[in-house]
DNA sequence: GATGAATGAGGGTTCATTCAT
DNA sequence: TATGAATGAACCCTCATTCAT
């Protein structure tokens, strides 16, 4: 904001000012870019190494700028990563009864399916939700009140299944808390999976269609339905 | 330059050049005390806010002692972190297969339970190990092959009963896997659990009891087997 | 944990990714001229005070900075140290025989005077150097060889002349070394010389003509040799 | 000087205080053991890493004590170091004109024989007290007066000698610090002489008999006198 | 916008010295 | 005297953040 060295026009390329002139405002574009960059690189870093664990100057490094250039897009540290935290929980939530599905096993299947989707594609997502957790999760206030809210919807469905005679009787809750461990657990202990049952390789143990085959049949038997 | 050994006391009991014979001088205790005190507090606090975000100031003020006091008993913290970490993972195994169960039910639900207790009575010894993890499990060298080796010995009698046609044909290391990540789910992630199942007081949303009972029918059920 | 780059600047020149066209900018020198006055201080207090018993403290101080900010431009302590001596033992090479000098007796005038110029002229540098040779010489590691091998000419050409009859038969080395003594206890014993040698005023007792010529005058009849 | 945990005689080998009867107070005797231990440990300390570079810790150590042990027979760090190094300054005086010798050439020979025997059978000594030079020589005060009476008493030897014309004209100060130099030499930069001029196999390129005889020649043909 | 430089706070660690027993 | 423990000062270094250009 503050005047630069030489405020007369240069020779050289016009800084992005000319508005009028060429595409609709380009410097919001430059500027999401910028962030979009510099959101990957902090998902990155946070995943890696927690909130206090990651150094600005790790993802400026990351995201290929300095660190006074990150403090020009960013307002602090903390204030980021908070924003960070909320705008990926946002984009976690999935439907858990599609219109298209209405049998049990048919809707819990695709829960488990999508549960493992996500963490096999956003292992770093899930990772820097479980440190959140562990530091306390002061930075999720919003976020409780849409999840209890989520969950709850789901726990009715399950329980209206249950109240029909689909499913024996069982608490919908942590039904759904377990199959929240068992999916989120491929992303955030991929390490130990790597260690404990891998071949000594470093390569993944299981592959993807066979954790969703095992684990969905093994959630379908635990709530006594039957694969389609 | 040169590095010289500190006049840190060591671990083993030092030589009582027995002066007095009247009975154990009560402050040759106090080194062990001391350190019982201190491995509480970092266990508190590395399980609160992980290696990196403990400051050995936080450790110091938990255990009543002043930082230099501190650096008396330890030799630093990441070297202290490790060995904690090794010390408290000694504790961490348990026997899959007791002598006295025999069937696949029991031993299937005894398993269950003892997890479920370790999580319950050592949450914060879970939530050190599941930091470590995410950070990269770098302190966890020996760790590795034991593990390993235990699990495998579970595989294998798993895969015996499978064998047997006691229990349908699965995957012996992800039953495992899910069993580990459904019941240290209660310890590192009971925050979401309250929020989320709670009624909102802030209370455990579960007891000890309930979630035994519905975590072991929900494993039998998923192994095709039938409570005793 | 894992060592993360500092964000120190290089000491490559920056690439200008030139703006303006108006000479170098000022500021561009700035570094550079900020890391002599560094140079410069820390040759102050090393040599007044040796590498553990100079403090960054003391040389952020000297050198008109806040201590984070020396840190800006150095990596630390004792790899500055380490820098710091190489770059000024390169400075401290001299010829033994120049190509306009023939004579052993111009030779070693030569060489002697050479050598109390640099004891009059970098007395700093002479009492680092002899510090770290009481310290153990664990930060000249590249030096030696040179060292050596440079001395070895030296060696060389006085046998030569040895076995010309030039001069009578002495250890080459031995003699090398008493010149090197005599002349650097210029530098680092002037204190001792003052106040043993001195009027009391605490001028230094001796010009460095008087020196020169004495020295020269000494050194030539030790070798059997007549001034020119 | 606080009481002792407990008072009474105990069964073992009663403490030291028993004065009168076994030998003329014994306890002064073991203190004066104590305290040449001490000053051995911290000779070599000192020598090896300088005042500031010194801890108690490695001076207790080296002597088989405890730090607060220490710390009971030394008034503090600093005060024991000027003590230190005055006594063993009073140590180094030699007597530069024995009344069994007479010849110039022989005073000279004796001298530099003298010198070379502190050198080699005392190098932590030189060590210490160049140190102490390049240090700002602070703790020799009461050194200077008496080390420049007896070095003017040489001066006037020498002076005499050139007045009655056994010698040709020469700045004495200058002889003798350029004796006190390639002497004391053969101590303090003993690790160069072993890089540069040993053989590669870490002993000491020189031995005794050799650096006294070229030294000596050196000496006595620069000064104009033949070997006797 | 972008860059080099600066700053204040804090973190880990060492050490000389002293206390209590 | 001798020992374990304590203390306060200092030291090296890192980091988030801001300033000036």
Redesign the interface.
């Known amino acids: 904001m503050t005047a630069r060295?030489?405020d007369r026009p240069?020779d050289?390329t016009p800084p992005d000012n000319g508005r009028a002139t060429r595409g609709p405002r380009p410097e919001r574009q430059s500027r999401k870019r910028v962030m979009a960059v510099i959101r990957e690189a902090a998902i990155a870093e946070f995943s890696?190494?927690?909130?206090?664990?990651t150094?600005t100057?790790?993802i400026?490094?990351r995201a290929g700028l300095?660190?006074p250039q990150l403090h020009y897009y960013i307002s602090g540290k903390e204030a980021f990563y908070a924003e960070l935290l909320q705008s990926v929980m946002m984009a976690w939530k999935l439907e858990f009864a599609p219109a298209h599905l209405t049998r049990p096993a048919d809707i819990l299947a695709n829960y488990v399916r999508a549960k493992l989707d996500h963490a096999f594609d956003h292992p770093e997502v899930s990772?820097i939700f479980?440190?959140e957790?562990?530091?306390?999760?002061h930075n999720l206030g919003h976020y409780?009140p849409n999840?209890?809210a989520w969950?709850q919807g789901e726990v009715d469905v399950i329980n209206g299944w249950i109240a029909r005679g689909l499913m024996p009787p069982?608490?919908a809750?942590?039904?759904l808390?377990?199959i929240?461990?068992?999916t989120?657990?491929h992303a955030?202990?991929a390490?130990?999976?790597r260690?404990?049952?891998g071949d000594g390789t470093g390569a993944p143990?299981?592959d993807r269609a066979?954790?969703v085959h095992?684990?969905t049949?093994?959630?379908l038997?635990?709530?006594?339905l039957s694969h389609s």
């Open positions: 060295p030489n240069s050289d890696l190494h927690g909130l206090k664990g150094s100057q790790a400026a490094e300095t660190k990772r479980t440190r957790i562990l530091d306390g999760g409780w999840a209890r969950v069982m608490n809750h942590l039904l808390m377990n929240w461990a068992m989120q657990h955030d202990f390490l130990q999976m260690e404990i049952c143990p299981f066979t954790v095992e684990l049949t093994f959630v038997r635990g709530c006594g």
